[in-house]
């Protein structure tokens, strides 16, 4: 079952710009994490929130999670067209080691 | 240069045939898992093993099969009972079983029907 839900969809933004992107998900969780897919290629672990901490930063990257709201949002300062990939959020809400994971929120950075 | 690779990364299948993905660590993880990607649907899990000789089902498992025989490989078949296969096929793996566990991702294969 998928948990995780991104909004917006797809996000165009000039290389500089910041881009954010949340997530939501409907039952409690010990962590969310966040995830980059290039086209066409695997995932990649970009960061991990407990439920207990309300933000982590990352070098430009910047996670903040509201357990009351159940939702998380990924920040990416000082975007660059390298940044131009989907993003997926995933918590562990089904338990046993299993991630359900969002839909993906593409984002494209323009040089 | 330790990692999770997945063979092919093309693979066409005919209709009524069986075919086998490969996925394959050297990351000594304990755990694997096999994802499916559609196109706007994000990931959606189809087997994932915990331990040699043991695996569950996923959300998506019919029409698909796997075995754990060797903790480095974890193959998926894709079986002639699974009526919309063509899909990106994607294999993970992690350290342990905790809740914590980064997943590591195998570059994919895709999957087409002749």
């Known amino acids: 079952s998928q948990q995780g839900e991104e909004d917006p969809q797809a996000l165009s933004i000039q290389e500089g710009e910041n881009a954010t992107m949340n997530c939501s998900y409907k039952t409690s969780i010990n962590n969310l994490q966040w995830y980059r897919q290039n086209s066409g290629r695997g995932l990649v672990h970009l960061i991990l929130i407990r439920s207990n901490e309300r933000e982590k930063h990352s070098g430009r990257l910047r996670v903040t999670l509201d357990t009351s709201k159940k939702s998380s949002s990924l920040l990416i300062t000082a975007s660059r067209a390298a940044d131009t990939a989907s993003y997926f959020c995933?918590?562990?809400?089904?338990?046993?080691?299993?991630?359900?994971f969002g839909k993906g929120n593409q984002v494209v950075v323009i040089p | 240069d330790g990692g999770i690779t997945q063979s092919p990364k093309y693979l066409f299948r005919k209709e009524g045939q069986n075919v086998t993905l490969s996925c394959e660590q050297n990351l000594n993880h304990d755990a694997m898992y096999w994802y499916r990607q559609d196109p706007g649907q994000g990931l959606r899990l189809i087997y994932y093993s915990q331990i040699v000789n043991d695996f569950q089902k996923g959300d998506i498992a019919e029409g698909y099969s796997v075995s754990r025989e060797k903790k480095e490989s974890f193959p998926l078949t894709v079986t002639s009972a699974q009526k919309n296969p063509t899909a990106f096929y994607l294999c993970?793996?992690?350290?342990?079983?905790?809740?914590?566990?980064?997943?590591?991702f195998g570059p994919g294969t895709r999957l087409l029907v002749l």
């Open positions: 993970a793996s992690t350290r342990g079983i905790g809740n914590q566990e980064t997943q590591y």
């Open positions: 995933a918590t562990d809400a089904e338990g046993n080691n299993r991630l359900a």
